[in-house]
């Protein structure tokens, strides 16, 4: 086997005390120069081992200042196993930023298997920890479904779930299906969440089904540090020999 790297063992050593408490969050660590006369290596060695510890979220480089130890951020868990089947936004609290009617385009076309320039509700919402926002939900439904009707998204009463709502306009749910992936932000989600457009994402794309028909599809789009998923699958056993 050949020789560890030098950057290797020097982020290694730079690591140890990060994540066993000896360096606090917010501490300076030492300059490239510094490091690289400390540890008798090359600049170019101290700047990729400095480099790697931001690439893994331990650190972050602050540009005319240096690098610091970046604080842990604490994970929200968000369950996709929820009968309701809403938002998802939940434990966090939930700020609802309204449902307009606009016409689809792609992707939204295809996930919904409409027309393009057909007419759909597209509704938002918020959720936050501690006043800071975690995650944006957006979902598109064709208007046709429950125009004319109480039961738009529009209309429904705010603690009515997705479900529900459409069972009482005579659509029922019978599938759902959600892909999971790390995509760049965009920039109408960068306003809400506060982040700059371009970071990687996770989003959650899910969508609603009666029989082969797509009825709604959303988008869960959350931070990287601060977003994790639940899965609680059921597996159907065999039944026991006697």
């Known amino acids: 086997m050949g020789r560890q790297p ?4 020097m982020a290694d050593l730079l690591r140890r005390p990060i994540l066993n408490g000896e360096l606090a969050p917010g501490s300076r660590l030492p300059s490239r120069s510094r490091l690289a006369r400390t540890y008798n290596v090359s600049e170019q060695v101290s700047r990729h081992a400095l480099r790697l510890l931001v690439s893994e979220g331990l650190v972050e480089a602050r540009p005319g200042s240096g690098y610091y130890v970046r604080a842990v951020s604490q994970p929200h868990c968000f369950s996709r196993t929820d009968r309701s089947s809403g938002s998802g936004v939940g434990p966090l609290d939930r ?3 309204g449902t307009r009617i606009e016409k689809a385009s792609d992707p939204i076309t295809q ?3 409409v027309r393009d320039g057909e007419t759909v509700f597209r509704t938002r919402c918020l959720g936050s920890a501690d006043d800071v926002p975690v995650a944006l939900y957006t979902s598109w439904e064709p208007a046709a479904l429950t125009r004319g009707t109480l039961r738009t998204p529009a ?3 705010p603690w009515t779930g997705l479900l529900d709502r459409l069972s009482a306009a005579g659509v029922i749910v019978d ?3 959600e892909e999971v992936g790390v995509r760049p932000l965009q920039e109408p989600e960068a306003d809400p969440l506060r982040l700059a457009p371009g970071l ?9 089904y009666y029989g082969h028909r797509p009825v709604e599809t959303s988008d869960l789009v959350g931070s990287v540090d601060h977003c994790r998923l639940l899965y609680r699958l059921s597996l159907s ?3 026991r020999r006697p």
Do not use: F, G, Q
């Open 237 to 239: 056993r065999a039944p």
């Open 200 to 208: 990687p994402v996770l989003v959650v794309e899910r969508t609603h």
């Open 95 to 97: 700020a609802d930023l």
């Open 155 to 157: 209309d429904a009463e």
């Open 6 to 9: 030098r950057y290797l063992w």
């Open 175 to 177: 599938r759902v299906v």
């Open 111 to 113: 996930r919904l298997a």
